[in-house]
């Protein structure tokens, strides 16, 4: 009978498993049928030992250890006197050996993942002189797989996505299952995929793990996720194999596979005419189920009236059409306009193309409706030009506004004082003539720009704005002057015909045809014997000298006046005076002094000197006045109490006070209260001494026991007080007693004792005196007699 590959495996395997649990497998070490080798002089032993691997398989359950093998020397009598050692990998920790009979054991479970084999040593030893017998060998036990690991995906879970409309077998990604089982013994490491969630939709392929789709035209718009389950099995998928599985999470992706499409056929708009330029009128949006790029879109007017006047654009965030006004509206001019917008994708693609066109149209149309509109001007800009030395109350120019309304309102001008708050302007507010209200100076301002507001007559709240340049024309005006103020300076050994300075001039108008200044001096410093001038014709002149010899002596200063006059029609001139100041100079001609006091110094005396004099008169002024300072603060005291007992003070207020009700000056509620409870503070540095003082009074207060046992209370407290000053003091107490609660204190009431003050003198004091006089008098006349 001829077997299979696959059979022939199989039955190799239970063959091997039979061996083993029946003992036969395990190798044995045997005498060896060689007899020892001689050699004279040197004699050496031919290695005894026979071997084959041990082997042994892996997650054994047993309760007793589990027999490997048997170690077995020729040299062994069996008498008993060989005794075996076992060394190397899990010797004594895995493995152990029966040192008389040679017998190894192993005594953990063993996991072929964890190790597949291990490498010990063996050796006989003669029991009695420990010596070995035999020389030492090495062996491998080896660790049989069984199927005890299932398929795992180390990346799982997994995440792909594929185009939707793929056709069917199109791969949307590979998964892979790792088995730790020994994949060279058996079918234990041999993986077959299988899909357990994800039908009709999807499939796998059992060896690869490659997953596909298995069902055409897939429509993301209809569901644009699955989630699939993959399984693993390993021993090629028979039962009796283990399994493991994953998920696999699959997204269609987009195509341009849906036209744009308007929800309605037609739009309608309404916007007022005043709606400026630029403005939005609408928003329309076609639907499109695509999204990302594939649903971008595209509008443009196809048909319609409204070329020129409307215009759509693209929100790229939205996808909206904007349609926005590009020229200004007029009620009166057109009432409406109809549309013909049509939408398109960006990027379709032509595999869909069958599907239908890939644009979609609609109809807008727009209402335009009227407004009160401000009253319009002729023109934005009306330049006008006057001449500055126009009279007041000429007329510049007009201005023209309407109201583009069908009412055709009359319209009424003014000026925006903002613009003209000098009030230069003027305009007649039923014609829109402009005229001068003020004399105008080109000099001060060249042009004027002012805003005209026009207003309906009817409906003044709209103003309409129009604005004029008024440019002022130059006249000759301003006589020439010198462009600066000329310090010129002559040395006094200067030679005749020496230029000295040069001069040049400004005006402040500005001829068409540029300035032109003619210099000479006057008529009085023609014939002058000091200085010339010489026109340059270039507007400039220079200043020459006649004579040398200058002195500071005789003059410092010369004033030599020049005539300017310019080109304008009519001309004008101006007298500019120069000052000329002698100096004395060095070698080239650089002036070093121009002092004239600088002779009349004394000789010994420079201004260095008289630098030096001040800085130490200036420092005796400050040692004076440290000094001072200093003494100031010796006088002073060093400590300053500000709680020094105030009551040495004597301060006098010409105030008469509030009486009772005025509280901010004295805290009444603390004399008012005998039942304070006060802290004890006992005194050590004073002894307490009681010295009664008395003052006269006009009023006798009543010896009792509430007075008495007040004031003792004071004293005790002011002699255990430790921050009281260490001295006797007087100490007055405003105290009326328990049942003063409100009554007063002034001494006006001393009108009802029996004091024997007598009053009548007020009574010669004058009438300012009266009042009192009559209260406090005893004479018939008394108020209260």
């Known amino acids: 009978m001829k077997l299979g590959k696959v059979e022939f495996c199989h039955f190799l395997q239970l063959i091997a498993l039979f061996l083993c649990f029946s003992g036969m497998s395990q190798a044995e070490l045997s005498r060896s049928r060689s007899k020892p080798y001689f050699q004279s002089g040197r004699s050496r032993t031919k290695r005894s030992w026979v071997w084959n691997q041990f082997f042994v398989l892996e997650e054994y359950m047993g309760s007793d250890p589990l027999y490997v093998g048997k170690l077995h020397s020729d040299v062994d009598k069996g008498d008993g006197s060989i005794k075996y050692i076992l060394s190397g990998e899990g010797a004594s920790s895995i493995f152990i050996i029966d040192e008389n009979t040679g017998d190894i054991h192993a005594t953990k479970r063993l996991d072929r993942e964890e190790q597949a084999y291990y490498t010990l040593r063996a050796q006989a030893l003669d029991r009695l002189t420990n010596k070995p017998v035999e020389p030492e060998s090495e062996f491998v036990i080896k660790i049989q797989d069984i199927n005890d690991n299932e398929p795992k995906f180390l990346d799982g879970p997994y995440t792909a996505g594929v185009p939707e409309m793929s056709p069917v077998g199109t791969s949307v990604v590979q998964v892979t299952a790792t088995d730790a089982d020994d994949p060279t013994y058996g079918n234990s490491a041999r993986v077959v995929y299988s899909i357990l969630q994800g039908q009709p939709y999807f499939s796998v392929e059992p060896k690869t793990g490659v997953i596909k789709t298995a069902l055409p035209n897939m429509d993301r718009e209809a569901k644009d996720q699955y989630l699939l389950v993959i399984q693993a099995k390993d021993m090629v998928g028979q039962n009796g194999g283990l399994s493991g599985t994953t998920s696999v999470t699959v997204t269609l992706t987009d195509v341009n596979d849906n036209p744009p499409r308007f929800p309605r056929r037609s739009y309608q708009y309404n916007v007022p005419e005043s709606l400026p330029v630029a403005s939005v009128v609408a928003r329309i949006k076609a639907a499109d189920a ?135 302007f003027n305009i007649d507010a039923n014609s829109g003539v402009i005229t001068t209200a003020k004399s105008l100076d080109r000099e001060t301002n060249a042009v004027h720009n002012i805003t005209v507001l026009a207003m309906e007559s009817q409906n003044p709240s709209q103003i309409g704005r129009g604005y004029v340049a008024i440019t002022i024309l130059d006249i000759n005006d301003n006589a020439p002057e010198f462009a600066m103020d000329y310090e010129t300076t002559v040395c006094e050994n200067a030679q005749p015909g020496q230029v000295i300075q040069k001069i040049s001039a400004v005006d402040k108008d500005e001829p068409s045809d540029g300035h032109q200044f003619y210099f000479s001096l006057t008529t009085d410093a023609t014939n002058n014997h000091n200085f010339s001038l010489k026109d340059n014709k270039d507007n400039t002149a220079s200043i020459l000298t006649r004579r040398n010899g200058f002195r500071r002596q005789e003059q410092s200063v ?226 209260y007699s």
């Open 290 to 424: 695509d999204i990302g790029a594939n649903a971008e879109m595209e509008y443009k007017i196809v048909d319609g009236d409204g070329f020129g006047i409307f215009k759509i654009s693209v929100d790229k965030d939205s996808q909206e059409g904007i349609i926005t006004i590009q020229k200004d509206l007029d009620f009166e001019a057109k009432t409406s306009y109809t549309l013909r917008i049509e939408a398109a994708n960006r990027d379709a693609d032509p595999r869909f193309l069958s599907l239908g066109p890939f644009s979609d149209t609609t109809t807008v149309k727009i209402i335009v409706e009227d407004v009160d509109e401000p009253p319009v001007f002729s023109s934005p800009l009306y330049p006008m030009e006057v001449s500055e030395a126009t009279q007041v109350g000429n007329i510049i120019g007009t201005v023209a506004a309407h109201d583009p309304d069908s009412s055709n309102s009359p319209v009424r001008y003014s000026i925006d004082r903002n613009t003209d708050l000098e009030r230069y």
């Open 558 to 783: 010369y004033y030599l006046p020049v005539f300017i006059v310019d080109s304008g029609s009519p001309s004008l001139s101006s007298t500019n005076t120069l000052t000329i100041r002698v100096c004395d100079c060095d070698a080239d001609g650089v002036a070093q002094t121009c002092n004239a006091e600088a002779y009349v110094l004394p000789a010994g005396l420079s201004t260095g000197a008289l630098i030096a004099i001040l800085a130490c008169v200036l420092t005796l002024l400050v040692l004076i006045l440290l000094i001072v300072t200093m003494r100031r603060r010796k006088k002073e005291p060093l400590i300053f109490d500000e709680e020094r007992d105030i009551r040495e003070n004597i301060v006098r207020y010409d105030d008469e006070g509030g009486g009772e009700e005025d509280t901010e000056a004295f805290d009444m509620a603390a004399l008012r209260n005998l039942n304070v409870l006060r802290d004890t503070k006992t005194r050590r540095d004073v002894t307490p001494e009681i010295q009664f003082l008395s003052r006269p009074t006009f009023k006798s207060i009543p010896d009792n026991v509430i007075f008495r046992e007040f004031i003792w209370e004071r004293l005790k407290e002011a002699d255990i007080d430790p921050c009281a000053p260490p001295y006797d003091s007087l100490q007055t107490y405003a105290f009326e007693g328990n049942g003063s609660v409100a009554e007063s204190l002034s001494s006006l009431d001393s009108i009802s004792s029996n004091s024997d003050q007598n009053y009548d003198y007020l009574s010669d004091w004058g009438p300012r005196f009266k009042r009192l006089a009559d209260m406090y008098g005893t004479g018939p006349e008394s108020l």
